[in-house]
């Protein structure tokens, strides 16, 4: 079992292992003294791990209650959030008592944000069951739904007590899934870690899925810094953001045609082919990027001209004012943030272009 302590407004541990799911009540008396707890989750992940988690909270002494809503992003609505919060106040949930959410990071931003504003805050467990989650949106405390208007509109941050990564899980997830997850795990490597950015780009698929525990521990180390550093998003924190500016105006430009990790691969192709024009990293980026991206079976272009995307990078809620904050790559492991304004940020999404 690996142990990554992450020191934010509150501390609190992720344990890495095989099986802790079947453990999950025992290893989270340890932080919280067996109360009531509320299982949030969705129905896919209820019927796949509900029963395993809800059994080991109640033989560890918990009174254990599940909330159950649909799978998806469609769910990440004020409605399932106002469904959660009726459900512990139904169960005569207070502030001893606890959250536990499991699943992908739907389930854990809406759980997460359901025990922030709960009793005006109660504590809760991460539980991830995606390999997003388990890389990105399970540590570092956003929360949050999304409203009419955009997504993650409406949220907090809310730290959770304990994070919980069975690796069992992440290595049964379906390819789809690996892939949205190794997006994120891509653009951590480009951001701090050239070592991690070898391994992901081996040719050997045996070296890229060995180590599993050491893949996810380099990346929980990585966002951890940048979330120790600046826990409220003002500065260093918004690295994180590499490939989502371009990424983003992907993902609403096309109808949501292409995935969130799918968006950020071509984000992350193309904000490197424009740090190269614009003579902030040397030629070679590009095409490195370009190649794990292809080996991981991601895609690293799409036929979205720089045109058809600034409207909606324009929109972007990110933005502070008419100025964007990019992110931009200087090598692997290098990346410096840059502001820059409306015309600014059209030379950059031009550079980044396909011929
Ligand atoms: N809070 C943060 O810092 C942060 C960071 C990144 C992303 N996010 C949020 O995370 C969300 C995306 O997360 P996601 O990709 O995990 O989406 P998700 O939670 O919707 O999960 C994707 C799908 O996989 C299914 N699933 C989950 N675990 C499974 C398993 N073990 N086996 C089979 N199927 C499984 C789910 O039912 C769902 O249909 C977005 O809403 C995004 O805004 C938050
Ligand atoms: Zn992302």
Redesign the pocket.
Known sequence: MRTIHIAASRSYDVLLDEGLLSRSGRLASHVLPPSRVMVIS?S??SA?FGGIVLDSFARAGYKAFSFTFE???RS?TLATLGGALNALARAGFTRGDCVAAL???????LAGFAAAVYARGIPFLQLP??L??AV??SI?G???VNLDAG??LAGAFWQPSLTLCDTA?MR???AH?QA?GAAEMIKHATLADPELFARLANPDPAVRSDNLEDTLERNLMIKRALVQADERDKGVRQKLNLGHTIGHAVETVSGHGYT?GQAVAIGLYRIARAAERMGYAGSGLSDSIRQVLTLTGLPYNCPLTADDLLTAARLDKKRDGSATTLVVPRGIGRCDLVKVDDEGLAEWFRAGSPD
């Open positions: 969705d896919t992940v796949l799978p998806g992003e990440k699943g992908g990071g739907v389930v854990g931003d069951t995606t997003l989650a990105d949106s570092g956003k929360t949050a997504k993650n899980v049964g997830l379906p899934l949205e969130h």
